[in-house]
């Protein structure tokens, strides 16, 4: 699997939480169909929501594998009359970054924008961190011609530049949260090919992540799983982040939001895959679609796998490539390991 060449589409793709769908790109489900099709004796669909599928197998418990394609941006709130738009943010984009970046505008067509700000030379404090009423981005149109191309309410993703391959295996862009973990189901999909496996695993991209867990919510209703595992991105030890993950290993959800089961189930396969990994503790709603998954219809029992990532919901995003894949090794090593007795294994004492 190319998975440089597959993230890179990926995460070119325009997609904002809740405007997945753009029209201005080839989008991230379209692209999840693409790589899925030749799948051999794969079933691939998207829902009315915008939810990208893909199931293999068609006997024993249904196991849902869900990673979400939406991404943080920006909105247009305003055009000045000097053509400059006003934004906000949409699902969490990191104003302190901005002044300087390009942007792409998702108008009538696609449209390259610089963020600008008042300089620092003109503030009145030296340490002056941006409000987003303060912001706008110059496409260099005159109000005219930018109302002809743009609307209130287009919305605006991080300039969609290559991926940067770093030293050590490590990659960075824009959109790695969680298109990097679409890329794993990818690759989970790929491995089982060689497998034998008594499960029907049904892969989704899921749509609205960021915002509401809208692709969550109404995909696990449709799929009907027996069990989910929920690949996300958690936060990776850096110099500014010391205190957290190991950008080598990958980290197993453990807490009230996530079946305990499930948890011993991931260690087993993990160890036994010889996949490093270490604990997260979620005391709480774990901020990924596993919160929906796991009180659709009558319950379903989830895992959280997540792989460490810099900088995250800002243009440079930065995971390690053996870890990611670790994630979609470790939902193949999962899926092969199921057996008769599942659901033994998910009971609890």
């Known amino acids: 699997m190319e998975t440089v060449k597959i993230l890179d589409r990926l995460v070119k793709a325009a997609g904002v939480t809740g405007y997945e769908h753009a029209g201005i790109t080839e989008t991230a489900a379209e692209l999840f169909r693409e790589f899925t099709q030749g799948f051999d004796n794969a079933k691939v669909w ?17 196991v849902l594998i869900m990673a979400h394609l939406d991404e943080v941006g920006m909105t247009v709130t305003k055009i000045e009359d000097n053509g400059m738009l006003r934004i906000d943010t949409v699902a969490g984009a990191d104003p302190r970054i901005l002044p300087g970046s390009r942007v792409r505008v998702c ?25 987003w009423n303060e912001l706008t981005v110059d496409i260099g149109l005159s109000k005219e011609r930018a109302e002809e ?3 209130i309410g287009d919305r605006i993703t991080f300039w969609p530049d290559d991926v940067l391959e770093l030293k050590n295996g490590l990659v960075s862009s824009k959109t790695l949260d969680d298109r990097a973990l679409v890329a794993a189901e990818l690759y989970c999909l790929e491995l089982l ?13 899921s749509v609205n992540e960021e915002h509401s867990g809208l692709g969550a919510k109404t995909g ?37 939001n996530l079946h305990p089961k499930m948890f011993e189930m991931l260690k087993e396969a993990a160890d036994n895959a010889k996949i490093e990994w270490e604990h997260e503790a979620v005391m709480g ?8 998954v796991q009180v659709s219809r009558m319950g379903v029992p989830c895992g959280l796998i997540s792989p460490p990532l810099r900088y995250m919901h800002t243009n440079a995003e930065t995971i390690k490539l053996d870890t990611l894949l670790n994630c979609g090794r470790l939902c193949a090593e999962f899926i092969t390991a199921l057996g008769g007795d599942w659901r033994d294994k998910l009971c609890l004492d």
Not at 54 to 62: F, L, M, Q, R
Not at 285 to 292: C, F, L, P, R, V
């Open 220 to 256: 696990a209703y449709s799929v009907k799983p027996d069990m989910a595992l929920i690949m996300d991105v958690t936060f990776g030890k850096s110099a500014c982040s010391p205190d957290c993950f190991d950008m080598d290993k990958i980290t197993l959800g453990v807490g009230p």
């Open 107 to 131: 108008g009538r067509r696609e449209l390259l924008g610089v963020v600008g700000a008042v300089p620092p030379h003109l503030t009145a404090s030296k340490e002056k961190a941006y409000r």
């Open 193 to 205: 090919k060689k497998r034998r496996f008594e499960c029907r695993a049904v892969m989704c991209a």
């Open 149 to 151: 191309l743009v609307s």
């Open 46 to 62: 998207t829902d009315i929501n915008g939810n990208a599928y893909a199931s293999v197998g068609d006997k024993g418990p249904t």
């Open 285 to 292: 709603a774990t901020g990924t679609d596993a919160t929906e």
